[in-house]
């Protein structure tokens, strides 16, 4: 596992480095750090380089923890991401990036240490994929990252959260059972199936995914979507708060 701390304070810094060889020596867990003192610097080597998880603090000078992750998520949605802060108040819009954890400050081992525990857990086990099989090919895709699917001229693509596509010739209805099934994935035209979990704005007519792509929603199916939305994002909030009173009680 590879793991970026960013943080401009170097007590903190200095504390979540310390936590964190506390932890490979204890668990005797194989991974790296490199830590940072502003998003800047992080952003930068990101270009680079791939982190299975950021270890960000939201209040920092310049540009700050949440502005950081949401120019991270626009190419990234791999990356884990646990903010720390010593407020509580960016909880529920931290979940517009998809962070992992929202942990306040100060960290300790009864904390972080079983936060760590189950993304370590999570990077060995397989990913859950929709299995795809064509006369030519044969593959995976990890529900996690589809965006949509859109099916048009007897073709189906699946848009993926890295910005790229596959291309698959057949129907919607071939695949429609196993998504609908999953959480989050709702039909929202006779064409498109969408992932809620990276849906950025929903609006009459359409909605913008986190990556920027818009997506077309019937007018007759609108309003079992933003039901279905308005619940998946409680959801979320309501776990993330649930988070938050669970440090607090630390």
């Given amino acids: 596992m590879k793991i970026a701390v960013c943080d401009d304070d170097n007590r903190d810094l200095l504390q979540i480095v310390s936590l964190l060889e506390a932890y490979r020596h204890d668990r005797k867990a194989d991974f790296s ?19 299975d998880l950021l270890l960000l603090d939201v209040l920092m000078p310049g540009i700050n923890g949440i502005q950081a ?14 903010f720390l802060t010593s407020s509580p108040e960016f909880a529920v819009e931290s979940y517009s990036v998809r962070a992992h954890y929202y942990l306040l400050k100060p960290a300790s081992e009864e904390k972080l240490f079983p936060i760590l525990d189950k993304l370590t857990a999570d990077l060995k086990r397989p990913e ?5 099989k064509t006369q030519t090919s044969v593959f995976t895709l990890p529900y996690a990252k589809i965006e949509y699917i859109e099916v048009s001229a007897k073709k189906l693509y699946f848009y993926l959260t890295d910005g790229t596509y596959r291309e698959i010739p057949g129907r919607l ?3 429609e059972r196993p ?8 039909k929202v035209h006779r064409s ?3 992932n809620l979990q990276w849906v950025g704005e929903l609006r009459q007519g359409e909605l ?6 818009r997506v077309p929603v019937a007018r007759t199916t609108y309003p079992q979507v933003r039901t279905a939305y ?8 309501e776990e993330l708060t649930t988070q938050r009173g669970e440090d607090t009680k630390c």
């Fill in 33 to 51: 750090y490199v830590s940072f003192q502003n998003a800047t610097e992080l952003l930068t080597s990101m270009g680079g380089r791939n982190y």
């Fill in 69 to 82: 992750a949401r120019e991270i998520r626009e190419h990234n949605s791999r990356t884990e991401i646990i």
């Fill in 128 to 132: 859950d994929a929709l299995h795809i």
């Fill in 173 to 175: 209805s071939d695949f």
């Fill in 179 to 186: 998504l609908l099934k999953r959480p989050g994935f709702v």
């Fill in 192 to 194: 498109y199936i969408v």
């Fill in 208 to 213: 913008v995914t986190a990556a920027g792509r």
């Fill in 230 to 237: 308005t619940q998946f994002l409680f959801e979320e909030a």
